[in-house]
């Protein structure tokens, strides 16, 4: 498995659906842009937890890199989507297969 870090540290927390913004993830930076937290709702599939994650993930190692052109989202441009494929990728090679624990 290739590795994929992040120049901030990052905390990963689950939220209520409630608590996200009309998505099922977030990746923000803290200010001072030493740290971020990565935001996933608590009510995904582990299928759709890991996807998020990935994606997430992505948007934290392409922090900070613009859209070059203007054409794009300034968010998913091309060079997230290269990102994206690349982590996704090392992911399919070596997938987590752990079960959660079921919700009380
Ligand atoms: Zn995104």
Same mark, same amino acid.
């Given at each position: 498995?290739?590795?994929?870090?992040?120049?901030?540290?990052?905390?990963?927390?689950?939220?209520?659906? $409630?608590?996200?913004?009309?998505?099922?993830?977030?990746?923000?930076?803290?200010?001072?842009? &030493?740290? *971020?937290? /990565?935001?996933? #709702?608590?009510?995904l599939s582990?299928?759709?937890?890991?996807?998020?994650?990935?994606?997430?993930?992505?948007?934290?190692?392409?922090?900070?890199?613009? $859209?070059?052109?203007?054409?794009?989202?300034?968010?998913?441009?091309?060079?997230?989507?290269? &990102?994206? *494929?690349? /982590?996704?990728? #090392?992911?399919?090679?070596?997938?987590?297969?752990?079960?959660?624990?079921?919700?009380?």
């Open positions: 498995m290739k590795h994929f870090p992040i120049r901030y540290k990052v905390r990963i927390v689950l939220a209520p659906p $409630d608590k996200m913004e009309d998505c099922l993830g977030q990746w923000y930076l803290s200010d001072d842009e &030493e740290s *971020g937290v /990565i935001k996933l #709702a608590n009510n582990n299928d759709t937890l890991v996807d998020t994650l990935l994606e997430e993930w992505a948007h934290a190692r392409t922090e900070g890199l613009e $859209d070059v052109d203007g054409r794009e989202d300034p968010y998913h441009h091309a060079t997230f989507w290269s &990102e994206l *494929g690349r /982590i996704t990728a #090392a992911y399919r090679e070596n997938p987590v297969r752990a079960e959660r624990p079921a919700k009380k």
